[in-house]
Nanobody
Framework: EVQFVESGGGLVQAGGSLRLSCVVS????????IGWFRQAPGKDREGASC?????????YNTDSVKDRFTIFRNSPKNEVYLQMNNLKPEDTAVYYC?????????????????WGRGTQVTVSS
């Protein structure tokens, strides 16, 4: 069974930082790329960052998080992380990790496993 367990969210002031973690089971980074998605209140879930499964682990970030968020992975531990710096109130959302791919410049979830519970990130102004 494929499972994603996210943690590390919390309440932070604008300009602050958080590091999210995701423990992945039933899916290895050899199977495909892995990424972070987020869903803000009243909005659709969107892809934020995606890291390649092999090679140099190239990354892709959506425009709204570029130069502020960094995705990286620990393959032996099967964990993926999201370092978030210079957080803004508009980053407030529930964050999820899931397999990803890039379609027409947009990060989308691969049809592989269900969503985890996510972790809440709240940024105050």
């Amino acid at each position: 069974e494929v499972q994603f367990v996210e943690s590390g969210g919390g309440l932070v002031q604008a300009g602050g930082s958080l590091r999210l973690s995701c423990v992945v089971s039933g899916y290895t980074f050899d199977d495909g790329d892995i990424g972070w998605f987020r869903q803000a209140p009243g909005k659709d879930r969107e892809g934020a960052s995606c890291i390649a499964s092999s090679g140099d682990g190239s990354t892709y970030n959506t425009d709204s998080v570029k130069d502020r968020f960094t995705i990286f992975r620990n393959s032996p531990k099967n964990e993926v992380y999201l370092q978030m710096n210079n957080l803004k109130p508009e980053d407030t959302a529930v964050y999820y990790c899931a397999p990803c791919t890039i379609v027409a410049g947009k990060i989308v979830k691969l049809d592989f496993g269900s969503w985890g519970r996510g972790t809440q990130v709240t940024v105050s102004s």
